[in-house]
């Protein structure tokens, strides 16, 4: 079975004595999301960044409270401009800011890794309207009386409440206005509700008749003419084959 958890990695432990050591802030820069798997073998905590990074995803602002920070970190189908092609997501971290790296080693260090072994959450692509989300809340006990910094924005973060806010005051009134542009559109052509304009058309010839026999001074049968088809006639207008008639 692969390892399930949330670790604290050593490049992680190493530098959050640092910081205590230096009085130093703790730099959280971002957070990333992967599709790879931490080999069996391989403590995750040795990690040094994810097996298969695949994006950049956002988090709560995180909250301190003591020796501790809570955070969620999420990942949502439209950041970054929007997935292009679903993903399994496996892995995410979070990412710290090392100020005074060891020669050799890079100044970004994965503080958290999460693995999620054999029970990785499929990420659907991005489409208008639909909106894929994966939460991790996390803790990491820092130390008393270390201090943070946010280092990226994480204001992106949504709730559901939000979403659901964005679909109704943004995407629906979209959705709606394109609906109305697409049905005035289809009632203009000549092509749409071929029964409805036929059933008008012999209303017309019907009402037609009826004026006929009362608004006009007819002494003989009164009649009208309708062209479903053309035997026996000859055409010099338009013979408009939907509406029975034909036009000049």
């Known amino acids: 079975m692969s390892y399930y958890g949330i670790v604290l990695t050593r490049r992680g432990r190493e530098l959050i004595s640092k910081v205590l050591a230096t009085s130093k802030p703790l730099e959280i820069t971002g957070v990333m999301v992967g599709s790879g798997e931490c080999p069996e073998d391989t403590f995750p905590g040795e990690l040094t960044g994810l097996?298969?990074?695949?994006a950049e995803g956002t988090s709560t602002?995180?909250?301190?409270?003591?020796?501790?920070?809570?955070m969620t970190v999420e990942y949502r189908s439209d950041l970054n401009g929007g997935l292009e092609r679903g993903f399994w997501l496996r892995e995410f971290c979070v990412m710290a800011k090392d100020p005074d790296p060891d020669e050799g080693e890079d100044e970004k260090v994965m503080l958290v890794y999460g693995c999620l072994g054999d029970y990785p959450q499929y990420v659907s692509a991005y489409s208008e309207g639909r909106i894929d989300t994966r939460r991790f809340p996390i803790c990491i006990v820092i130390g008393e009386g270390a201090n943070v910094v946010i280092d990226f924005s994480p204001e992106a973060f949504m709730t559901a409440e939000d979403?659901?806010?964005?679909?109704?005051?943004?995407?629906?009134?979209?959705?709606?206005?394109e609906m109305r542009r697409m049905v005035s559109e289809h009632n203009l052509s000549d092509e749409a509700h071929p029964t409805l304009r036929n059933a008008f058309s012999n209303m017309d010839s019907r009402l037609t008749l009826l004026e006929m026999m009362y608004n006009k001074d007819v002494t003989g049968n009164p009649f009208s003419v309708t062209f479903e088809d053309l035997e026996d006639v000859t055409v010099e207008g338009v013979w408009n084959q939907t509406m029975a008639r034909i036009e000049f």
């Open 51 to 54: 097996v298969e990074p695949v």
């Open 61 to 70: 602002v995180p909250s301190y409270n003591g020796d501790t920070i809570r």
């Open 163 to 177: 979403v659901q806010e964005y679909c109704v005051t943004v995407i629906l009134p979209n959705l709606l206005e």
